[in-house]
């Protein structure tokens, strides 16, 4: 019966580990792959396999080495506004197109509309891309806010609505408007700051 816990246990580790190597986050795979490796080294003192603990356990710490030089990493974040037809932006959303449609399903790109469009830059790398439209004169409007996989980790978010504020105040914004029909879009909005309205529409108050 022990045997077959431990057994267990040690699946569980693997399955761990495996799940890390599928995630496109570095942020994300450095803590799963931590969680898996801190298992698998319980897993090898319970088994008495010193070797697989010691490879483990070195694996936890290279882990919490690159976390702790993520989390202390001092990034600098821009923004490059462009034209609505600029011809990155274009390419930059034909090459996204199938990853923005899993988060914004009934998307659909209007060049026209784009009156703020910018990419998000972190460390002069483009972390994201930020459409929307003037509503109602005090009302910005957003058609999309996408985040490649690498930069999903709320910053960019945190950049655009709390560092960005003044910038869209001096624009004569007032309020955000967000309509979603994605949860985690949804959750992603609310972590911001957001609040849901009728309609699967999300708003934030911009003078508060």
């Given at each position: 019966?022990?045997?077959?816990?431990?057994?267990?246990?040690?699946?569980?580790?693997?399955?761990?580990?495996?799940?890390?190597?599928?995630?496109?986050?570095?942020?994300?795979?450095?803590?799963?792959?931590?969680?898996?490796?801190?298992?698998?080294?319980?897993?090898?003192?319970?088994?008495?396999?010193?070797?697989?603990?010691?490879?483990?356990?070195?694996?936890?710490?290279?882990?919490?080495?690159?976390?702790?030089?993520?989390?202390?990493?001092?990034?600098?974040?821009?923004?490059?506004?462009?034209?609505?037809?600029?011809?990155y932006l274009l390419e930059f959303m034909r090459f996204h197109e199938k990853e923005i449609h899993k988060f914004f399903p009934e998307f659909e790109f209007k060049p026209e509309m784009n009156t703020v469009s910018f990419f998000v830059l972190r460390n002069m790398n483009?972390?994201?891309?930020?459409?929307?439209?003037?509503?109602?004169?005090?009302?910005?409007?957003?058609?999309?806010?996408?985040?490649?996989?690498?930069?999903?980790?709320?910053?960019?978010?945190?950049?655009?609505?709390?560092?960005?504020?003044?910038?869209?105040?001096?624009?004569?914004?007032?309020?955000?408007?967000?309509?979603?029909?994605?949860?985690?879009?949804?959750?992603?909005?609310?972590?911001?700051?957001?609040?849901?309205?009728?309609?699967?529409?999300?708003?934030?108050?911009?003078?508060?």
């Amino acid at each position: 019966m022990q045997t077959d816990i431990l057994s267990l246990f040690g699946y569980l580790a693997s399955i761990i580990i495996a799940i890390s190597m599928t995630m496109s986050s570095i942020v994300k795979f450095r803590w799963i792959n931590m969680a898996g490796a801190f298992s698998f080294a319980v897993y090898g003192l319970l088994i008495h396999a010193i070797p697989v603990t010691f490879l483990n356990g070195f694996i936890v710490l290279v882990d919490i080495y690159y976390l702790t030089k993520i989390y202390s990493a001092k990034e600098v974040f821009q923004i490059l506004e462009v034209r609505h037809d600029n011809k990155y932006l274009l390419e930059f959303m034909r090459f996204h197109e199938k990853e923005i449609h899993k988060f914004f399903p009934e998307f659909e790109f209007k060049p026209e509309m784009n009156t703020v469009s910018f990419f998000v830059l972190r460390n002069m790398n483009v972390a994201g891309v930020f459409l929307a439209h003037r509503e109602e004169n005090n009302v910005l409007h957003v058609g999309l806010d996408y985040v490649v996989p690498a930069y999903r980790d709320f910053k960019n978010g945190k950049f655009i609505y709390s560092r960005l504020r003044d910038w869209f105040l001096v624009n004569g914004f007032r309020k955000v408007v967000a309509p979603s029909d994605n949860k985690k879009y949804g959750l992603y909005l609310k972590k911001l700051g957001f609040e849901e309205t009728a309609g699967g529409t999300f708003t934030k108050d911009l003078t508060e």
